[in-house]
């Protein structure tokens, strides 16, 4: 755990938090700014930036908290998100998911989704790269 991290200090107990499940490994609670009603972050309780930082063993959890909080919360639609860098719209240095109900058209997550055309030749090269690195 980083001692200056806010997530860390809230698995420590230094800053108090609507906990709605916790094991060993993983720590879920309400987002104090949630996008909807029911916006809760699920967290590996290992601390690291990235989703790469983290050991598999670690993530074990994560994927089936969310899906219980989403069912919890009568989410019927909803967004499971996790950001990796500034750019990326990370904005707390620990890996956390978001389970972000999705109640309407104005509430929740809003996302734009850029899709590009690389080609099918450029398509089959990147295939190939990330294919041979598995």
């Not at 989410?75 to 972000?100: K, P, S, T, W």
Request: charge should be neutral; glycine fraction near 6%; hydrophobic fraction near 40%.
């Amino acid at each position: 755990m980083a001692a200056s991290c806010i997530f860390c200090k809230i698995i420590r107990g230094e800053i108090p938090s609507m906990k709605l499940f916790e094991s060993e490994k993983t720590l879920a609670f309400l987002d104090i700014q949630p996008l909807s009603a029911g916006h809760a972050l699920v967290i590996p309780k290992h601390h690291g930036a990235k989703l790469s930082d983290i050991p598999d063993d670690q993530l074990q959890e994560i994927l089936p908290v969310a899906k219980k909080i989403a069912t919890a919360a009568s989410a019927e639609n909803y967004n499971v998100l996790q950001n990796n860098g500034r750019i990326a719209h990370q904005v707390v240095d620990h890996v956390h998911f978001h389970m972000i109900p999705k109640p309407n058209q104005e509430e929740g997550l809003g996302i734009v989704w850029p899709q590009q055309d690389l080609g099918k030749d450029k398509l089959q090269k990147l295939f190939e790269e990330i294919k041979s690195k598995m």
